[in-house]
């Protein structure tokens, strides 16, 4: 009985140690993701234009692995990876990456700045959006925090500039598409250009000291439905 | 008048033996037999449960609905376009819809088009593997209809073809048959599964078979290995001495993971498995295997390969060496021995001995995943090194790794290099 018990407190101090070791194998993986993403998927410094992964809800990364795949979402270098790969593999991939540690810094912005009039706006559109124009905050549905909401809302934390650009305009051309009711199409659509390109640089100025995670699921809900996100509780 | 007289004397005889090869050649293509399309058969096959099921895994190896399928598009529904050297032929819907499938089409005229590369259409583009589907069995064509008649009528209607002329025009087909195109009588028996499913509904020859500017198979070409038409990558010739380094069994379980200690498979034979040839029985990948590993090697072709035909030919190996063992050893290993299980040996690789460099170059600077599924769930990647590396220095450490590990004589140049960048998603 004792020698029982014995074994299964070792067993169960070993547990977790024996997940973290299985989870960096995982990682051996993916040195194609990590050229592109940094290989806890930090992200990679200088010239920056790709997101960071690291601590993104799982349920966010699926989707948009899935999308690369079936082509909702357009990147040729994405598809160029995982096109011929099935559900499971890539459901690895979204938990790899979804159990790593946010990244904390910010983006590495180079030249982009705002004057403070721009900042205002863009600190008033992210936390107070634009209700003449059916805008929801960005905190509305991301957290007050930015730091996203489980399972499928990711963090915006300190995205490149150009990503957080290139992805307004693949909703508002299409190019990027969530299952119906797409909200980010809709929302893309009412920000002037001009806007898109401040609230941009907000974000990528933000940087997430505490490494936060994204809020646990049911802990607020989102005023937009989100056709991406039907296991998500959402207003109707 | 009497000049017109001389003539006619004289252009007779040209015109009677054009009309003699002419006749000739009809004849070679298999005359008029293939252009008489049952349309009026009655023949009526049971729909049972087990010729479903039969039909279903048949059209599954045979690969049809990956090339019937547009990207994101209606399965079987057609609309996926194929480059060829006459521009772009988009494939057809084989839904049961009655106008814009087969839904009208009798079984007859099912296999009919399946032997002759004839329909109701008019003669169909080589594209469509006719020529390797003639030999396919009354049985297994039945099945693969009975399948293709269950599943939910789409009426896509796919892009119209965009080719030069005079391809545009369907009936100079008949002269491309004519002049490449010549029936083989079916074997007598099957008696050869692994040859049966490698020549018919695999119809591996189709990207590995050495192949004319024509797009015809060349003379002694039969799995001899080729560049692809319309696609940048080279397929491996597939025989005897290319496959030395498979047992059958490491082969078969090849076919349907798409990897093995001595490769994995990127790119279209990547596509091949992970959408057909996963679902191959382990008796019929290994009858495969066996068959593959019997086809006698052809002499090598002296074809030079280039990236870029001007460029010179020689040499650059520059800091080759070490470019590998920093950036390639790791994972490769030293000597290119591999690491087994995880990343493959490039001694001896199929990116490595080929003549053409092609694949390894795309290797090097895109990298990629092998398929992901049952047989192989959760593959280990390849990094691009577009970003990290200078275009002079993937042509050094590919050359590097060609002559160390190949035995092959490598020329790539910086302008090789710099042709292929881009990702291409052929």
Known sequence: MLYRLALLIFLVALAPHARAEAAADFGEHLAACAACHGKQGEGVQGAEYYPHLAGKPAGYLLEQLRGFRDGRRVSTQMMWYVRFADDAFLQSIADYYAALPPRTRSADTGAAQLTDERRHVAQNLVEHGDPAHDVPACSACHGANLAGLEPGVPALLGLPVDYVIAQFGAWREGVRNGAPPDCMHDVAGKIAADDIRAIAVYLSQQSNVDSLRPSPAGSFVPPKACGSLPHAETAK | MKALRIAAIVAVPFLLAALAIGFFLFEQQGGLAPYRIPKDSSRVVAADAETLKRGEYLARIGDCQACHTAPSGTPFAGGRGFASGYGMIYSSNLTPDREHGIGAWSVDEFAHAMRHGVSRRGPLYPVFPYEHFATLADADIDAIYIYLRSLPASANVPPANRLDFPASWRSALVLWRMLHYRPEPAPAANDDRGRYLVDGLGHCAMCHSTREPSGALATGGYLAGGRIPGSGWY??????????????????????????????????????????????????????ASYLKKVPARPRRDTEFTLLPEAPRQTVMGNGADIYKHHCADCHGNDGEGKNGQYPALRDAVATVAPDPINAVRMVLYGGFPAAMAHNPQPYSMPPFVQQLSPAEIAAVTNYVRETFGGQRSYLTPADVEAMHGIVLD
């Open chain 2, 235 to 288: 397929a491996p010739p597939l025989d005897a001495k290319q496959l030395r380094r498979y047992s059958v069994e490491q082969l078969a379980g090849y076919l349907r993971s798409g990897a093995s200690d001595a490769g994995a498979a990127y790119g279209p034979m990547a596509e091949v498995v992970y959408r057909s040839l996963q679902a191959l029985s382990e008796d019929d990948a290994l009858a495969m």
